[in-house]
């Protein structure tokens, strides 16, 4: 009797697939796992749900973009061997920086990461793993994280119209941080009494850096919310307009702020012009493991050690950073003590004004040079990640974790995805051996027939020295973010053809990261 979906195409061409063991399979095939407390739930990609799905055009929530190639199987020895090589000698040496892509993009991908997919894995696990992917939300760049069910399914997230109004009103709720010394401001996430954030996705207040990237683009929908309201004609709801808009600008910095900085030139363009090859699908995106669990990966190899958070917390080392959050660290409202604690053992009613973001040290704003103050640049995507990723809470690396999920759900090695691709210049077994990380991927065996996730920071690292990604990981990151907003029937894709950035920006017709940091006009709350 037939197993699989894909089994019962097979047995049952050309005839229709009975209409109750479809139903059956399919609610098999989504059912949704549940565990209060730690643990994991929601949907999962596993080996056998995947391979029920491959061949399927449109798979679900996730699947395959290469499901008939053969899965790479690696010893958990070898995968260790090749991880221990993949540790950053100096996380200081500027000779590892990227200076194409300033540091805040870093977690800006990370915000981006959880607005398309979803994550319920224990704390414990997914903490400093800032692109870690195992289960998915709905795939499409629409800032759900932001904007939750709305105004009516999730009224907690929404500011009142007045002081005096019951109803919310088109705004943003922001939250007011706790005073450490250097004023009062609004700079921080809204939180519940016992400090967690009041927001579309909880895991946007893991660490500072994402939280604040969450905080920006709150006010930016307020920024544009007042923008409208005191238009010569305002929409008649300042909210929907202002939604649409955000979102459109969004989605124009994902593609091309983004992942234009990450790719090779001219890739985004061509799949906009000539459509995508590989990620293919009818109608419903999916979640494909070779992104989710291989090239979207790329992000861990461009964290930094240490940043200059302001001109008062000067440089922070990435452990700090999840200790000003309310999901990972210390920030627990009505439950700090008083005086508060400092570090190590934090504990504040909300982020203090001392942990304020100075964006123009996470983002080149082009604005006049201030003494003491430089843009940071994330570090090179290379093999190569900060100590820090090596010592996770649970005694386990990044790297071995990365590539041990690889094998899980069983992902093909690099070198099988460039044939599949037929890409000209796939590194040869002699580049791959290359470099002290390279020699260890040699003596294992590794350097024939290579993890997927290490192929394509090598690729990026021998083909432009760091600082984009080589051929297959740019298809793979491009077409895959082509195809989320294509996907989108809500995006400006769809809705308006050839629509280019309204709001003002640098270049008319354009908007970057830069151009949203500048419209909402906070650029460093602290001075």
Same mark, same amino acid.
Request: glycine share 8%; net charge neutral.
């Given at each position: ?17 009975? #209409? ?24 999962? @990609? ?15 929530? $996730? ?38 892509? @300033?540091?805040? %993009? ?12 979803? !994550? ?15 289960? $998915? ?14 105004? *009516? ?16 009103g088109?705004k943003l ?20 009494p ?6 579309? !996705? ?23 919310? *007042? ?8 929409? @008649? ?5 202002a ?6 600008? %969004?989605?124009w910095? /994902? ?22 090859k590989f ?9 494909p ?19 200059? /958070? ?7 080392? %990435? ?42 040290? $996470? ?23 900060? #100590? ?5 809470? *649970?005694?386990?690396?990044l ?16 070198? !099988?995805?460039?044939?599949?691709? #037929? ?6 077994h002699?580049?791959?051996?290359s ?21 394509i920071?090598?690729?990026?690292? /021998? ?8 051929? /297959? ?7 895959? $973010?082509?195809g989320?907003?294509?996907g ?17 920006? #640098? ?21």
């Amino acid at each position: 009797m037939p197993q699989t979906l894909e089994d019962v195409k097979k047995a049952t061409e050309p005839k229709h697939v009975p #209409k109750a063991l479809l139903q059956t399979l399919t609610a098999a095939s989504n059912t949704v796992k549940v565990s209060p407390g730690h643990g994991k739930a929601g949907r999962q @990609p596993n080996r056998h749900l995947l391979d029920t799905l491959s061949g399927n055009r449109d798979p679900g929530m $996730f699947g395959n973009m290469f499901p008939k190639l053969a899965p790479l199987d690696v010893p958990d020895a070898k995968l260790q061997a090749l991880a221990d090589a993949m540790m950053e000698a100096s996380g200081g040496d500027p000779s590892g920086d990227n200076p194409n892509i @300033p540091a805040g %993009f870093t977690f800006l991908g990370q915000f981006i990461d959880h607005d398309i997919t979803l !994550d319920l894995t224990s704390l414990a696990e997914k903490q400093k793993d800032p692109l870690g992917i195992e289960n $998915f939300r709905t795939p499409a760049l629409d800032l759900d994280c932001v904007y939750g069910l709305g105004p *009516d399914g999730s009224p907690h997230l929404y500011a009142r119209g007045s002081s005096s109004d019951r109803k919310h009103g088109p705004k943003l709720l922001i939250g007011r941080n706790f005073d450490s010394g250097e004023g009062a401001f609004r700079n921080d996430l809204p939180r519940s009494p016992e400090g967690f954030a009041l927001i579309g !996705d909880h895991r946007n207040d893991e660490n500072l850096l994402v939280a604040q990237t969450h905080l920006l683009f709150l006010k930016f929908h307020n920024a544009v919310c *007042d923008r409208l309201a005191k238009s010569t004609n305002p929409p @008649p709801d300042v909210f929907s307009e202002a939604r649409r808009l955000t979102s459109w600008h %969004f989605q124009w910095i /994902v593609l091309h702020d983004w992942v234009e900085r990450l790719t090779e030139p001219g890739i985004v363009a061509k799949i906009l012009h000539d459509g995508r090859k590989f990620y293919r699908f009818r109608r419903t995106p999916f979640m494909p493991i070779e992104f989710s669990a291989a090239a979207y990966r790329l992000g861990h190899s461009m964290v930094r050690q240490f940043y200059n /958070v302001n001109r008062v917390a000067g440089p922070t080392d %990435f452990k700090t950073l999840f200790e000003y959050s309310g999901l990972s660290g210390g920030i627990v409202g009505d439950l700090a003590p008083t005086p508060p604690l400092d570090p190590p053992a934090t504990a504040y009613a909300s982020v203090p004004s001392k942990m304020i973001l100075d964006w123009r040290r $996470f983002y080149d704003l082009d604005l006049p040079p201030q003494p003491g103050v430089a843009t940071a640049a994330s570090r090179r995507l290379d093999p190569f990640l900060a #100590k820090e990723l090596h010592m996770l809470p *649970d005694g386990t690396s990044l790297p071995f974790r990365n590539m041990k999920r690889g094998v899980n759900l069983g992902l093909p090695s690099g070198q !099988d995805v460039a044939a599949a691709m #037929k890409v000209k210049n796939p590194l040869t077994h002699d580049e791959i051996a290359s470099g002290p990380d390279g020699a260890v991927a040699k003596a294992q065996g590794l350097h024939k027939a290579t993890p997927l996730w290490y192929y394509i920071l090598k690729e990026a690292h /021998v083909r432009h020295a760091g600082l984009r990604l080589g051929p /297959v990981g740019s298809t793979i990151i491009a077409e895959v $973010f082509v195809g989320l907003v294509h996907g989108d029937q809500q995006s400006y894709l769809w809705q308006r053809k050839n629509w280019k950035p309204e709001l003002p920006s #640098k270049t008319a017709g354009e908007f970057t990261m830069a151009d949203m940091i500048r419209f909402v006009d906070d650029v460093n709350p602290l001075g």
